[in-house]
Every structure is written in C-alpha cells, then in structure tokens.
C-alpha cells in the first residue's frame, strides 16, 4: 500500500481559497507536462491513515481485529536525470523534512532517514522502483518510506490527457499512474478515470481543476485488495505543472479464498508541488560530479544497525535479514538459497580461529558430513580495536554439497562469529556477498555474559 493508497489532510492550501466558477464555453486546453532530465522541483507529501485489520490469531480462532493508524510528511527537492542504458526514469532528490508515524495495535514504528543518506536517486523500470545513496548504504526502514512514496514522473504524466480537453471530458489515468496510486503488482479489474471540470483562477494564477476517481481491485504485498479513489487535482496553466492532488480513498484488505474483506484503511493522500529555477546545491551539477548515480554492487547495499543486539552490518540486497532471537541474526538469501548465522558474544568467550575451525570441522564430522578444508584461518583485519579471521570449509552431507564459510571479529567490547551455509553450485556468486557482510561487521556496544 502506498503513501498514496489512502490518506488524510485537514484544509486545503491557501492556493485553493477564493476560486471563481469555471466560465462557461471554455476552449480546449493542453494540460501538459514535460518531465525532461533537468526538470527541478520541491515536493511536499502528506499522509494520514486510520483504519482496521483482522489478524490471525491461531488455528480454529476467530482473527484479531486490530486498529492501524499513521501520520506522514516528506519534503524534498528533486531533478530529473538521464535514464541510464536499461531505460526507466531516474531522479536524485534531497530530502529536507521527515515525518514518518506508523502505529498496528500497540505496535508502533517511527521511522526516518539518516541525514547523512538524504540524497538519494529514485529509477522506476517497468513496474519496479529502487531507491539508493550515493552517500552510504540505506537502512530497510529508509528504503520503506521511499518505496511506498508516489514517483511523480511517472504518476503526474499518467493522469495528464494526451491531448486537448473541453470541461466535462474524461480520460483513463495510465497503468504506471494507477500502479504509483494503488501500489498494485496485478491489476484485476477496474480503473482510475481522470476529468476535467473546468478552468478557474487563485490568486491571480489561471489553474485547470480535474477530479481523479475509480475503484481498482488487484494483488500487492498485503495480498488480495480493492481500493476506492476520489480526488482533486490543479493544473496550474501558468506554470505548465499539476501544482496539487489530493486523494481520498479506502483501501479493502481482501481473503484470498473467500474475497471477505478482513480490513479496512481510509485516508488521503495529499501532495503540492512547486517550481525550482535552479537546482539546490545538493543537487547542482559540482555536487553531482563524481558521485556513481548508477546501481552497483557498492552503493546498493543495505546497512543492518541492531543497538540492541549491538551489532551492525552491510549486505547485498538479495539477502534478507531474518530471524533475530538471543544474541544471533540469520540472513537468507531469497533467490539462491544461501544462508547466514551471524552469533554475538562476550570478549571473554569469542574463540580464536583455530578453535572455531576445530570446533565446526567436528560438527560437521558428527552430522556425517565429509569435510575439507579450502582456506586456513587468515587474518583479513589487524587493527588494535578490531581483528578479523576467516577460513572456509567444503562439505558433503549426503547428495548435498556445501561451501561453507566462516569468520570472527574480535572487539574490546565483545565480538562475533559469522556461519554461512552456500549451495555448491550458487558459492561462486555468493562467497564474495559473504565477504562484504563479513568484512563489514562491527559490534557497537559492550556485550555482557548472557
């Protein structure tokens, strides 16, 4: 569900006050866009939703109802670049304030972006988009607020007309403005209809008004939904850009046996936008030059910060970050199969290399598991605060072969010891996403004796 999907905003911008009635036997107008590489504006997003959720409570009982609110509020300034060789469209933004509020049941989840990442390039490829910093790795949670924002170069162009329209004409809004708007992967039925009601003035400025509506029923990552749309938005013809939209909606959770709907979430979504002669100086041509603005194994990776835990480590987005219980995290890999145990302990009970390698070697020899050596413990990091020791194994369980690699930082302030388990035939692409998850650790706080 995005930003977009359902939200709230109380008033309308002083913009909208004191509007004329759209004279009647208005000409054809072009309501027209063009977002080139170069185009600068700032955009101010708000969102509110208030709704309920029917959880699973457990075999043979009825499901919990649980009530689900959320504030948001984003501002930020953004230029257009180049697409890269792949195609899509691509931006880099700065953002300047971040609201972001989330509360299921007792539940609640504030999150925010780092100051040190709030520039960030935006691609939208087909019906993908993914958010990176050329200034550092991107948290889980920072990369959520900006995937579920609207990308408004592909949203706005979308609800626009193709051509010249008379008050009373409706148009269909395009598949990339209803998938911005809804956040559906599938759309199964319905759509979003654009219409433009007429041409009026606001503070001296001449501004087309359109009303957005329509009813989609499709699939995203809450499962089967139905999303009912009605809103506003203003063209303003002066400076040739839809300056506003608001959309109210309710977003049906829906049983993917039954179709029952086992939740419901209102809201509006509200956005205003406004012109930037120059780009800001984060975004200006000195400040872009010489930063890598295209996705590479580097500044795609994702950052893991646990102060509980008190660990913190990089990966490679094809790992996902899974269960975290006691003093250990796992990581998995979601398409290869690879897997990651990653065990946090006291100073005083982090092994050496040597006793790790003797210690996993009879583990594996007890599992029936033949068992080879591929690399001997070597140091990889010989600082005074920090060392850091890997070897490699190669094991047969049966049919099933393994690389298994493994690694072990030692800190005054405790440590850690890293198990990866890789398919045979999947270790030549993964031991090096290994190495960056191990070679990337650090433990952040003093680990007690538990």
């Given at each position: 569900?995005?930003?977009?999907?359902?939200?709230?905003?109380?008033?309308?911008p002083?913009?909208?006050?004191?509007?004329?009635?759209?004279?009647?036997?208005?000409?054809?107008?072009?309501?027209?866009?063009?977002?080139?590489?170069?185009?600068?504006?700032?955009?101010?997003?708000?969102?509110?939703?208030?709704?309920?959720?029917?959880?699973?409570?457990?075999?043979?009982?009825?499901?919990?109802?649980?009530?689900?609110?959320?504030?948001?509020?984003?501002?930020?300034?953004?230029?257009?670049?180049?697409?890269?060789?792949?195609?899509?469209?691509?931006?880099?933004?700065q953002?300047?304030?971040?609201?972001?509020?989330?509360?299921?049941?007792?539940?609640?989840?504030?999150?925010?972006?780092?100051?040190?990442?709030?520039?960030?390039?935006?691609?939208?490829?087909g019906?993908r988009?993914?958010?990176?910093?050329?200034?550092?790795?991107?948290?889980?949670?920072?990369?959520?607020?900006?995937?579920?924002?609207?990308?408004?170069?592909?949203?706005?162009?979308?609800?626009?007309?193709?051509?010249?329209?008379?008050?009373?004409?409706?148009?269909?809004?395009?598949?990339?403005?209803?998938?911005?708007?809804?956040?559906?992967?599938?759309?199964?039925?319905?759509?979003?209809?654009?219409?433009?009601?007429?041409?009026?003035?606001?503070?001296?400025?001449?501004?087309?008004?359109?009303?957005?509506?329509g009813?989609?029923?499709?699939?995203?990552?809450?499962?089967?939904?139905?999303?009912?749309?009605?809103?506003?938005?203003?063209?303003?013809?002066?400076?040739?850009?839809?300056?506003y939209?608001?959309?109210?909606?309710?977003?049906?959770?829906?049983?993917?046996?039954?179709?029952?709907?086992?939740?419901v979430?209102?809201?509006?979504?509200?956005l205003?936008?406004?012109?930037l002669?120059?780009?800001?100086?984060?975004?200006?041509?000195?400040?872009?030059?010489?930063?890598?603005?295209?996705?590479?194994?580097?500044?795609?990776?994702?950052?893991?910060?646990?102060?509980?835990?008190?660990?913190?480590?990089?990966?490679?987005?094809?790992?996902?970050?899974?269960?975290?219980?006691?003093?250990?995290?796992?990581?998995?890999?979601?398409?290869?199969?690879g897997?990651?145990?990653?065990?946090?302990?006291?100073?005083?009970?982090?092994?050496?290399?040597?006793?790790?390698?003797?210690?996993?070697?009879?583990?594996?020899?007890?599992?029936?598991?033949?068992?080879?050596?591929?690399?001997?413990?070597?140091?990889?990091?010989?600082?005074?605060?920090?060392?850091?020791?890997?070897?490699?194994?190669?094991?047969?369980?049966?049919?099933?072969?393994?690389?298994?690699?493994y690694?072990?930082?030692?800190?005054?302030?405790?440590?850690?010891?890293v198990?990866?388990?890789?398919?045979?035939?999947?270790?030549?692409?993964?031991?090096?996403?290994?190495?960056?998850?191990?070679?990337?650790?650090?433990?952040?706080?003093?680990?007690?004796?538990?």
């Amino acid at each position: 569900m995005t930003h977009a999907t359902v939200a709230c905003h109380i008033g309308l911008p002083l913009l909208l006050l004191g509007f004329t009635r759209p004279a009647a036997g208005q000409e054809a107008v072009t309501l027209a866009e063009a977002f080139k590489p170069g185009l600068c504006y700032t955009a101010e997003v708000r969102v509110k939703l208030d709704g309920k959720l029917a959880i699973p409570a457990g075999k043979d009982k009825p499901p919990q109802v649980v009530p689900l609110t959320g504030a948001s509020r984003l501002v930020y300034d953004e230029r257009l670049l180049d697409p890269d060789e792949a195609g899509g469209q691509k931006a880099v933004r700065q953002y300047r304030e971040v609201e972001f509020r989330r509360a299921l049941g007792t539940n609640v989840q504030d999150a925010g972006i780092r100051p040190a990442v709030r520039r960030m390039v935006v691609i939208r490829a087909g019906d993908r988009r993914a958010p990176f910093s050329p200034d550092g790795p991107l948290t889980w949670g920072e990369i959520d607020i900006v995937r579920t924002d609207v990308f408004l170069p592909a949203t706005i162009p979308g609800l626009l007309p193709p051509n010249p329209v008379k008050p009373g004409q409706s148009w269909k809004a395009s598949a990339a403005a209803v998938a911005e708007l809804t956040d559906l992967e599938v759309v199964e039925d319905g759509g979003v209809a654009v219409e433009f009601a007429g041409v009026t003035t606001a503070d001296g400025r001449r501004v087309a008004r359109l009303r957005v509506f329509g009813t989609v029923r499709g699939v995203n990552q809450d499962g089967p939904n139905r999303q009912k749309l009605d809103g506003t938005a203003y063209f303003d013809l002066d400076a040739g850009m839809l300056s506003y939209l608001s959309v109210r909606g309710s977003h049906e959770l829906l049983d993917g046996q039954t179709g029952h709907t086992v939740g419901v979430i209102d809201g509006q979504f509200v956005l205003t936008r406004k012109p930037l002669g120059q780009p800001p100086a984060e975004l200006a041509d000195a400040a872009l030059r010489g930063l890598r603005l295209k996705p590479d194994a580097d500044n795609t990776l994702l950052l893991y910060d646990d102060p509980n835990l008190g660990v913190r480590f990089q990966h490679p987005r094809g790992w996902k970050v899974g269960a975290v219980q006691g003093k250990q995290v796992t990581l998995d890999h979601t398409r290869l199969g690879g897997g990651i145990l990653i065990t946090v302990e006291p100073a005083g009970k982090v092994p050496a290399a040597e006793d790790y390698l003797r210690e996993v070697t009879a583990f594996l020899q007890k599992e029936k598991a033949t068992v080879t050596t591929l690399t001997n413990p070597t140091r990889v990091r010989a600082e005074a605060a920090s060392t850091l020791d890997r070897f490699a194994l190669a094991a047969t369980f049966d049919k099933d072969a393994a690389v298994m690699e493994y690694g072990v930082l030692r800190q005054p302030d405790g440590g850690a010891t890293v198990a990866a388990r890789l398919p045979q035939g999947a270790a030549g692409d993964l031991r090096p996403e290994v190495e960056r998850v191990v070679r990337s650790l650090t433990v952040t706080k003093r680990i007690d004796g538990r």
